[in-house]
């Protein structure tokens, strides 16, 4: 059958836990989860492209402040 990532040699498919790490998957999911909390001028400055360089969505994700306020405050967008 197919011959990619997610299918064994016999066709089926394997597990998310055959792939990657399941710490990795869950801290992905973690960081991404965390994204939808970001104060509303921040996303609309992700989607513009106009972040400063300085800040990654790396930075942005992993474990931001609750408040948009603080949020701003912290990366100084």
Same mark, same amino acid.
């Given at each position: ?5 997610i299918?064994?040699?016999?066709g089926?498919?394997? %597990?998310? =836990?055959e792939?990657?790490?399941?710490? =990795?998957?869950?801290s992905?999911? /973690?960081?991404m989860?965390? +994204?939808?909390? +970001? %104060? ?10 106009q +972040?400063?360089p ?6 942005? %994700? ?6 948009? /306020?603080?949020?701003? =405050?912290?990366?100084?967008?």
């Open positions: 059958m197919m011959d990619d990532p299918h064994d040699g016999d089926h498919i394997v %597990a998310v =836990e792939l990657t790490p399941v710490g =990795e998957v869950l992905y999911i /973690s960081r989860v965390n +994204l939808t909390t +970001l %104060a509303p001028d921040i996303v609309e400055a992700i989607l513009d492209d +972040l400063p300085n800040i990654t969505l790396f930075d942005l %994700a992993v474990d931001p402040p609750r408040l948009w /306020s603080e949020q701003r =405050e912290r990366h100084m967008v």
